[in-house]
């Protein structure tokens, strides 16, 4: 059962939840784009509705809402270590269908993959998410050919339209914020179909990891590492120790995004490093999307969310790539 507010009193509602979450959503940051006069998407904390970009698909993911950019793992001195405290508030992320599948993998890999991450665990259990319908599907999103432009694992789904606010609610706890608005069924808008349309390679052989595709397409990048940036479902950080100019013996340990497309990635003891040439590491990031994380959990690591497209600076596509190797196989 849902419920239908004036947009007035869906402002006092929503003013009440933040007094208790901290609520982020995508917002249109002017001048912030690549050049100083395009504006960029991204995650922010909001205070009301009317700062949330609803119609656009965000730049960037909300990815850095549970997992930090550079999140201090421990602060230490020369006799003990002190873990950052958590969060005060409880957050509320609006995420469209594709992000909330994308919640799904991050889950798999910081607390089903044999361990519990701690620092992920503790901010993943202050969260719920508010879906964000899609009555329009964007230009370079495939999620209706991976399946996962609908879903309804959400905790809260919220459509605002000229006057008036529509929610679906399942969370007990936010129920009690909604139960004075007018009942009435409310079904959340979902795409149906892509303008890109994705087919995944059925038999992946030795075959397959030696196409011609990862050398031509590799040959392109650059490896700067903003598709891993922008991706919803890359997870791999590294470890840097910080040490304060006033005390060497002082200072933190952060665990710092990384990007499987940069050079020193796989770099191990002895300055080794597996990867060295740009076509493997294309095929390395492509078939862990498509294979290897399928292998192991059942299911594809990428939700088709198009943003890897979208950011490449040498217009490397994704979706064409994957295409190309399902030809490839047929």
């Known amino acids: 059962m849902g419920y239908r507010f004036s947009k007035e009193k869906m402002d006092e509602i929503f003013s009440k ?23 960029v998407v991204r995650y922010d ?30 602060y230490f001195t020369e006799d003990e270590t002190i873990v950052p405290k958590k969060p005060e508030k409880e957050r509320l992320v609006f995420l469209r269908s594709c992000d909330i599948h994308a919640v799904k993998r991050l889950d798999e890999i910081y607390l089903k993959n044999g361990f519990e991450d701690f620092y992920y665990d503790r901010i993943r259990k202050m969260t719920k998410f508010v ?11 495939f999620c209706a050919s991976l399946g996962t432009n609908k879903c309804d694992n959400y905790d809260l ?40 349309k994705v087919t995944l390679p059925k038999n992946i052989t030795k075959d397959t990891m030696q196409s011609g595709l990862f050398k031509e397409y590799g040959s392109r990048c650059i490896k700067c590492g903003r598709c891993n940036f922008v991706c919803p479902t890359c ?14 013996k002082n200072g933190e340990r952060r665990r710092v995004w990384a990007s499987c497309q940069v050079d ?32 192991r959990f059942g ?9 890897c497209d979208d950011v490449c600076p040498e217009y490397i596509s994704y979706s064409t790539l994957i295409n190309k190797l399902s030809k490839e196989g047929e």
């Open 17 to 39: 939840l933040s007094e208790d979450f901290d609520v982020f959503a995508p917002v249109v940051k002017k001048g912030d784009g690549t050049f100083s006069d395009e504006d």
């Open 45 to 74: 904390k909001v205070h009301s509705l009317d700062e949330i970009e609803f119609e656009k698909k965000s730049d960037y993911s909300f990815k850095e809402i549970l997992l930090p950019i550079n999140e201090t793992v421990f």
């Open 131 to 141: 879906l964000m319908g899609c009555s329009n599907s964007c230009e370079t999103g």
């Open 157 to 196: 789904y919220l459509k605002c339209t000229e006057g008036e606010v529509f929610v679906d609610v399942k969370d007990e706890e936010l129920k009690k914020a909604f139960e004075s608005g007018e009942k009435k069924d409310v079904n959340p808008d979902f795409v149906s179909e892509n303008p890109t």
């Open 235 to 248: 997870t791999c950080f590294s470890m840097q120790d910080i040490f304060y100019k006033d005390n060497e």
């Open 264 to 295: 020193g990635y796989s770099q191990i003891a002895g300055g080794h490093e597996f990867r060295q040439d740009n076509s493997d590491r294309m095929r390395f990031k492509v078939m862990h999307k498509i294979y290897d994380f399928e292998k």
């Open 299 to 307: 299911y594809t690591m990428c939700v088709g969310c198009g943003r």
